[in-house]
């Protein structure tokens, strides 16, 4: 019974992309943005799925315009 309610007590942590790709390491990052902005949008989706199965399309979509936005942001800050 402690166990059970321990359980229900649970509260599961929701996944968050960004933050997620923030854990990664540096060559999975420049890998994952290569296949944004090297290859296409469906090499990217597939990177994307591999990095993370539970990723759904809201998720892919989250990362992308992430990644856009930071490609950018970049260029007006050089």
Aim: glycine share 2%.
């Amino acid at each position: 019974m402690l166990v059970a309610n321990a359980i229900k007590g649970y509260k599961k942590q929701e996944f968050n992309i960004i933050e997620e790709f923030a854990g990664l390491s540096p060559r999975r990052k420049s890998r994952l943005c290569d296949s944004l902005y090297v290859e296409n949008r469906i090499a990217f989706q597939k990177s994307v799925r591999l990095l993370w199965p539970q990723a759904n399309e809201r998720d892919i979509k989250k990362i992308y315009n992430f990644l856009v936005l930071l490609k950018h942001s970049s260029r007006t800050h050089h």
